[in-house]
């Protein structure tokens, strides 16, 4: 079973600070999504990663993915209380991409 | 521009009785996939279905569930003889054509007492 972990599992900061959040997994990947869900509604794609060590920006969010490309992560430079949500990152396997493989998430809190 | 559309958002079932789970993708999108995301686990895929055709449903549980994409309206995910832990949130995503990206829908919580 492939898994990707991610870390921390919860995370409440002030508004303004820096964080950043990580992937983890034992597995390569062709490619790497990260999402944000909000409370009852389903996962919104940020950003596809694909080529190992590739660094793509949107916004105040930086994604990075690992040259292994086993694993990745989610920058947030002075977070917004708008910020708030469950990151999650899926895993897309070459020739199975909707079969992703999502790990549990971040809860990430940003109080104003 | 309606998205994926799911419903009901959240449904009740006591043990044993059927759950019927509807979605609708989005204009244009032929490709459906359901997912569901158990209490404190991570959304795990059941079942990729296009009109009329049972593509991959190795996630699927061998037993009380059946998914279908019918010509005509949406696809539907039968869960039969719940039990409490087919409690979850069910979702469902739609793509253009195999291997675009997926829309999620809202999901449906499906709660069974």
């Known amino acids: 079973t492939q898994l990707l972990e991610q870390s921390p599992q919860f995370l409440s900061i002030q508004e303004g600070e820096n964080l950043t959040v990580y992937c983890n997994s034992s597995s390569v990947f062709s490619s790497l999504q990260w999402y944000r869900q909000e409370p009852g509604e389903g996962p919104v794609l940020l950003v596809t990663?694909?080529?190992?060590?590739e660094v793509k920006k949107l916004k105040r969010l930086t994604f990075q993915f690992g040259d292994a490309r086993k694993d990745s992560s989610l920058h947030i430079t002075a977070a917004q209380p708008g910020d708030t949500g469950l990151y999650l990152c899926?895993?897309?396997?070459?020739?199975?991409?909707?079969?992703?493989?999502f790990g549990k998430g971040t809860l990430l809190t940003v109080n104003p | 521009n309606a998205g994926v559309m799911q419903n009901p958002r959240h449904l009740v079932r006591r043990r044993g009785q059927e759950a019927r789970l509807r979605c609708s993708p989005m204009k244009g999108h032929s490709h459906v996939y359901w997912y569901r995301q158990l209490p404190e686990e991570g959304l795990k895929f059941m079942v990729y279905?296009?009109?009329?055709?049972?593509?991959?449903e190795s996630g699927m549980p061998k037993e009380r569930f059946s998914a279908e994409f019918p010509k005509e309206g949406p696809s539907i995910l039968r869960i039969q003889q719940v039990v409490r832990g087919d409690s979850a949130a069910y979702f469902c995503?739609?793509?253009?054509?195999?291997?675009?990206?997926?829309?999620f829908g809202s999901g449906t919580q499906l709660s069974v007492l």
């Open positions: 995503a739609s793509s253009r054509e195999s291997g675009e990206k997926l829309f």
């Open positions: 990663v694909v080529t190992g060590g």
């Open positions: 279905l296009q009109k009329e055709n049972i593509i991959d």
């Open positions: 899926a895993g897309e396997k070459a020739g199975s991409n909707y079969k992703l493989t």
